[in-house]
């Protein structure tokens, strides 16, 4: 594989692009020159010597061969064509065909969309092959091809060409967009003839050109200075680093057509819209081939991500990182490890805040070549994902980038309707693509709940629940209003809390934003309960670390929901929380009798969490609260284990307790609201179980 993409991806330039001049001979010299030019991957002129020798005799001993270089020339429909020739029966016999014509012949099944028989003709290749190599690389194109079977188109993508003034009948490579969205850089030949090496033809090296955009259309591009391209060397991978002011491209000799050298080089932006003198990097560059730059940053440091074939890799062409130091100076390189890297070719890497795409033709893609994300948690990266139908083709698909905002970008790919020297597929051509934007907006409004009149200069706040926690996005106020909008982001579950003086907070349902495929507006009105006016208090004495018993905070059988009725002692709590900053809480939570007690001791301290997130969404500071469960340890009634209460009795002791565990020792109450228990509760031991006996195992209930 690293044989056959060599040339497609050193820049990659495409497999027809060079030849050597052709002139009559001898059926015999035909061949030999054949041989010279497969032995200098000049598949070009390769192709011509064996179908002219083969149209003088029909000699069908040259049929693998003309087979092989349409495939290497990326022209798998005639390649289909002379493979499927190799399979037909003669005088009544199946001809043997070598596992490695039988894996590209499936590669080009694949390619031309013929799943079912790709997939037959990979298995085949996997039972009968002894080369461990080929067998790991049939075993990637049989997990693609059945991929490929049930893969959808990416939603709400839509793909163009850039157009005639970029795109040539060779290939176009390493096409990036600066963030302006009018600036294009990208490698080409600048050229739609093939490139015959006669000694006449001295420029014919692929440059870094420049377009700009003008009435959504690109316009001709302009070579960029022989500072940059160097007379003599092929240059191309262009990138630049966030800031636009540094750019990183390569340098690369080739040998007929098989890269012999390739270095990466960057230079400086100089004020002008150009830029200064090349500089060989150093770190990443060696006595290996180093290609594709792409500044990233890992472990909070800037790092420059790249393809090589160093030893120390997984096979083939891999990707490597190196973390900078400075003066583009970089450290070893670091492999990239099996998780990215396979035996087969990972190219073309790009990073954008957190996720690194590249290109594969290990990990099972739908064609030839597919792109791939991988997403970093700070520590490891995820599995790679198929990016999907529409970025990826049957063909190669390379080169891929995508802008800041996420929702524009370009990819290399060599699917039909480009422009081509050779057949429909041979040569890739810059692609741009967009991404409808889903516009999904929270519209809030905040109403007096008992008179239904709009309640105006609410504060309300949104929070994205995140990991089991509500984690604050976007807090909004109107003194004159009572309408808020707030914009959200897809693959996301919020919540809104509005407050006002006055009033008691109120809570509107989850908000969900997974799954939506188009733009929308969701609608909640939250209606908050007026306090009691002009309350008269008294002042309680209070003894640390005494449990307060409220009179609401009750539970659901078998839930740890917080119920309507008791947001209204959260409330009070809430209140007292705020009025006495110093205050360190306790909140206990009880269960009834009913069920197992591990059960029990699990599901109190989930109540006693749903009474103190209810308290922390309000702002009240997490460390201030002790949430504890002590499942069915404290009855304080009769029902006991085995003892037979009615739902309500058991009801009782669902409950949510507090206790003041540092701070004020007196605090004033409402002597309008029923006045709060706050002895120590007697509670009742509870007795050793009476179980009846049982003839068949029922089903424990739970709280």
């Known amino acids: 594989m690293k044989h056959i993409f060599s040339i497609i991806f050193f820049l990659g330039i495409c497999a027809t692009a060079i030849g050597q001049p052709i002139s009559a001979s001898t059926y015999g010299t035909k061949l030999d020159l054949a041989g010279e030019a497969v032995a200098s991957n000049d598949y070009y002129n390769a192709l011509k010597y064996y179908k002219e020798a083969y149209d003088e005799r029909k000699d069908k001993a040259l049929i693998p061969d ?11 429909k005639k390649a289909e064509s002379y493979y499927q020739r190799l399979y037909r029966k003669r005088r009544g016999k199946a001809i043997e065909v070598a596992p490695e014509t039988s894996f590209k012949y499936a590669r080009v099944l694949k390619i031309n969309g013929k799943y079912d028989e790709a997939i037959a003709k990979l298995q085949e290749v996997i039972s009968k092959t002894t080369d461990q190599t080929l067998k790991e690389l049939a075993e990637y194109e049989l997990n693609g091809a059945e991929y490929a079977k049930i893969a959808r188109p990416v939603p709400r993508l839509e793909i163009k060409t850039a157009g005639t003034k970029v795109n040539t009948s060779f290939s176009e490579y390493s096409a990036i967009i600066q963030d302006d969205g009018n600036t294009m850089y990208f490698t080409t030949f600048d050229r739609n003839d093939v490139i015959i090496l006669d000694g006449e ?8 050109f420049k377009s700009t955009k003008k009435d959504d259309k690109w316009g001709k591009p302009q070579a960029l200075g022989e500072k940059i391209n160097r007379p003599g060397f092929h240059t191309g991978n262009v990138t630049f680093t966030k800031d636009g002011q540094r750019m990183y491209f390569t340098r690369q000799l080739i040998t007929g057509n098989e890269v012999s ?9 100089t004020g002008d819209g150009m830029f200064g003198a090349a500089n060989e990097l ?10 594709h730059p792409a500044i990233g940053e890992l472990f909070n440091k800037e790092v420059l991500f790249f393809v090589s074939d160093m030893d120390g890799g997984e096979g083939g062409m891999d990707l490597w990182y190196a973390t900078h130091k400075g003066n583009g100076i970089y450290g070893d ?10 035996t087969a070719d990972e190219v073309t890497p790009f990073y954008r805040d957190g996720t690194l795409y590249f290109s594969s033709t290990g990990h099972p893609g739908i064609g030839g070549m597919d792109i791939f994300n991988t997403v970093w948690n700070g520590s490891i990266w995820s599995e790679p994902k198929n990016m999907g139908v529409g970025y990826n083709s049957r063909w190669d698909d390379t080169y891929f980038t995508i802008d800041q905002e996420g929702y524009n970008g370009t990819i290399l790919s060599n699917r039909e309707g480009t422009k081509s020297t050779h057949g429909k597929t041979c040569c890739d051509d810059i692609y741009e693509f967009g991404i409808s934007k889903i516009n999904v907006d929270a519209l809030v409004g905040t109403f007096n709940g008992e008179t239904k009149e709009p309640l105006l200069g609410a504060n309300v706040q949104l929070f994205e629940r995140k990991d089991g926690q509500l984690v604050p996005v976007d807090e909004q106020s109107d003194p004159s209003g009572n309408a808020y909008n707030f914009p959200l982001l897809l693959e996301r579950s919020y919540i809104v809390i509005a407050m006002a003086n006055g009033f008691y907070p109120d809570t509107s349902e989850y908000i ?3 799954g939506l495929t188009e733009s929308k507006k969701i609608e909640r009105r939250l209606r908050l309960k007026p306090m009691p006016k002009e309350p008269e208090y008294e002042t309680v004495e209070i003894s640390l670390n005494e449990p307060i018993r409220m009179n609401n905070i009750y539970y659901d059988y078998d839930d740890d929901k917080i119920l309507p009725d008791a947001e209204i002692d959260l409330s009070q709590i809430f209140e007292w929380m705020t009025q006495y900053p110093d205050m360190v809480v306790e909140l206990s939570s009880h269960t009834d009798s009913r069920g197992r007690d591990a059960y029990n001791m699990d599901l109190s301290q989930r109540r006693a969490e749903s009474a103190k997130a209810w308290l922390v969404a309000r702002n009240i500071v997490g460390e201030r609260i002790q949430a504890r469960g002590y499942g069915e340890t404290q009855i304080l009634n009769r029902c006991t284990n085995a003892i037979k209460c009615s739902d309500e009795e058991h009801r009782f002791n669902r ?3 507090f206790k003041i565990i ?7 109450i409402k002597k309008t609201e029923k006045r709060l228990k706050v002895e120590e509760p007697k509670v009742q031991e509870k007795p050793a179980p009476q179980r009846p006996k049982r003839k068949k195992r029922k089903r424990r209930r739970r709280n």
């Open 66 to 76: 003309i087979a092989d270089q349409h495939y290497k020339l990326r022209d798998y």
């Open 333 to 342: 390189p670091v492999n990239m490890g099996p998780k990215i890297n396979t």
């Open 662 to 668: 540092s701070g004020p020792t007196s605090i004033e």
């Open 655 to 657: 409950r949510t307790e």
């Open 201 to 208: 033809d001295q420029d014919y090296h692929a440059k870094i």
């Open 282 to 291: 150093g770190g990443a560059n060696g006595p290996w081939i180093a290609k």
């Open 512 to 514: 969900n934003t997974v």
């Open 261 to 269: 050298e390739s270095k990466i080089f960057y230079a400086d932006a």
